[in-house]
């Protein structure tokens, strides 16, 4: 088949960023050299957002024999921790890239950028303003009607290098005083008025520790920082496209040469039934609405490798949705495809049961127990087979049974005939029932002939039922999420708070599930095909005596209905 989407290797698809860059390496500008940098600020965890951004920024410097640095941007000391820095670079390692030697940080720029500021004084370029962040965005005006100047904008350079450097030195409170560029207040381009370069803010850095007093605005490191490090295509989502001429200013101001990064904004991504902002995950897992960044059911690549995706499965994804310059929404639904098409190929079946129903084989003689033959994956010879144990009684799932089934239900019912899995054909013969009038087991009959599963005479069974020997299968918790929010869109609707749209199903906790016992050497994160059921992965909070895994995605493919169907 030539159907790009049934590859699992990412297809490496060209974009208008690819296009760009091959003109420049054309055009020998920077004598050909491919530098980018993914630059994320360390106030958060990384998301599948970041994800597509990571695999562009690494994945385009693999293309052309580039680099790709890591940039934390901790420009504001007052969000960011240790623990994010610490979980973004195991992120995209897990992810499977690597930035080598290149790990750099906003703040190791500090005090070349504190320079810079001084200097942009000396020149008559930068001044400091006395006003209240409330008073200067009053001056700021709108795209169509001009900002008022700042009465403070014309103080001497004498004046502002005296009073810059007294904020650095603590001696004013915070709020009370900025350092702002001077520009214009004009320009259409409300992010030229005069924009605010530094700011007091009395905080511990988690890297400058209590060093600095005032900080740098991310405008003010950013391109200054691409600019250091050689950066020669710096990738962002486009709401940065209308900081570019600031950039630009900037590093027109510093007159170092004339290289510079070239910036290329594309659209951000967008998922159905996920929220994607930083600041509404850090709600979810600061009030408890989810249990911690690695939730299976957040949308943080820890939360989606516990829920068992596969680096792989997310970096064809990536490459899959491709690069554009219009925004849009991407339905979940093609992310779950790009995971089973992974799974499907690399994960070990294994029969487990769920919602188990005892069924006895009263045929089967007292304290016989076999081991019958089964298949790891049939997609991949390669992982070989297995021994499954069978005696007298065993588990079916208990929706496989009816005992009054409407026509299409094809499974087991009384006086009917199924295989099962691997094993024999049973008939059902006797529902019994407790008090209440619920079936608590059945009674079957087992033909010796059919072993293996194979009709020993050419007579057809409807239905083939997975199934667990009761005396050897483990039992196991089991963990089914469903999604986070019932709506496609839970940030989209103005007037209405996101969590609104939390699911109250999201999450729904088996306790008593029973799986072939092999899987008690599982490591956390194994993943398997639980058949006919789904994926699922082992969690880990499991313990020795106690496995417990995720559902990571049911079998049936939404995605693949959907494109069939249209
Ligand atoms: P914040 O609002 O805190 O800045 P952010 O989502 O922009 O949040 P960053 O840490 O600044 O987070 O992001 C790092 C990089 O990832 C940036 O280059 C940003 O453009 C990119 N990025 C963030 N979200 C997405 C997304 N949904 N799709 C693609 N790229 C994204
Ligand atoms: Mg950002």
């Known amino acids: 088949m030539s159907n790009s989407t049934d590859s699992t290797e990412p297809a490496k698809k060209s974009n208008f960023i690819h296009i760009q860059i091959e003109q420049d390496i054309e055009n020998g500008k920077n004598r050909g050299r491919v530098h980018t940098r993914f630059p994320p600020e360390p106030n958060g965890y990384l998301h599948i957002g970041h994800a597509k951004s990571i695999c562009l920024n690494f994945g385009t410097a693999e293309k052309y024999g580039g680099k790709c640095n890591l940039r934390f941007d901790d420009t504001n000391p007052t969000k960011e921790e240790m623990e994010y820095v610490e979980s973004i670079q195991k992120d995209i390692h897990w992810l499977g890239f690597d930035w080598e030697d290149r790990m750099y940080f906003a703040s190791d720029y500090f005090e070349k950028l504190h320079d810079f500021a001084i200097r942009l004084i000396k020149e008559g370029k930068a001044y400091v303003d006395d006003q209240d962040a409330e008073t200067i965005s009053q001056q700021k005006g709108t795209p169509t009607r001009p900002g008022m100047e700042s009465p403070f904008r014309n103080r001497s350079s004498e004046e502002n290098l005296d009073l810059f450097q007294r904020m650095t030195a603590g001696e004013f409170e915070e709020g009370s005083r900025v350092l702002r560029a001077k520009i214009t207040m004009s320009s259409p381009n ?20 209590d060093k600095w007093c005032v900080y740098p605005m991310y405008d003010f490191a950013h391109g200054q920082s691409d600019f250091w490090e050689g950066i020669t295509h710096s990738i962002c989502t486009l709401e940065f496209e209308v900081h570019r001429p600031l950039y630009d200013w900037f590093v027109d101001q510093l007159q170092e040469s004339d290289y510079r990064p070239r910036q290329i904004e594309f659209a951000r991504l967008n998922l159905t039934y996920t929220v994607m902002s930083k600041r509404k995950l850090l709600e979810l897992v600061k009030d408890k609405y989810v249990n911690g960044w690695d939730d299976p059911r957040m949308p943080t690549l820890s939360g989606l490798r516990r829920r068992g995706f596969t680096p792989e499965s997310i970096r064809n994804f990536s490459d899959r949705i491709g690069v554009t310059k219009v925004d849009g929404m991407i339905d979940v639904s093609l992310l779950e495809h790009s995971l089973r098409e992974h799974l499907n190929k690399t994960a070990q079946r294994v029969m487990g049961v769920l919602d188990p129903l005892k069924v006895v084989i009263t045929n089967y003689p007292e304290g016989l127990e076999e081991e019958l033959g089964a298949i790891n994956n049939p997609e991949d010879e390669n992982m070989g087979s297995r021994k499954v144990q069978f005696s007298r009684e065993i588990y079916i799932e208990r929706d496989d049974f009816m005992e009054n089934p409407p026509r299409k239900f094809f499974r087991l019912a009384p006086g009917r005939e199924v295989r099962l899995r691997y094993a024999y054909f049973i008939t059902c013969n ?63 609707h103005p007037d209405i708070d996101f969590k609104e749209f939390l699911n109250p199903d999201s999450l729904k906790i088996l306790p008593d599930c029973y799986l072939e016992p092999f899987v008690k050497d599982a490591k956390p994160l194994d993943h398997f095909q639980f058949e006919r059921l789904g994926y699922f992965n082992l969690d880990y909070d499991s313990t020795p005596g106690k496995p417990i895994f995720n559902r990571t995605v049911p079998l049936r493919d939404s995605w693949v209905k959907m494109k069939n169907n249209s």
């Open 190 to 209: 409300m992010h030229m008025r005069d924009p605010i370069l530094y700011r007091i803010l009395k905080a511990h850095h988690h890297r400058t520790g």
């Open 430 to 492: 006797e529902v019994i029932k407790n008090e209440k009038g619920e079936i608590t087991e059945l009674h079957c009959t087992y033909d010796p002939a059919s072993k293996g599963g194979n009709s020993p005479d050419g007579r057809k069974v409807k239905a083939t039922l997975h199934w667990v020997s009761a005396k050897h299968a483990v039992k196991s918790e089991v963990r089914l999420y469903d999604r986070l929010f019932n709506d496609e869109d839970p940030a989209g």
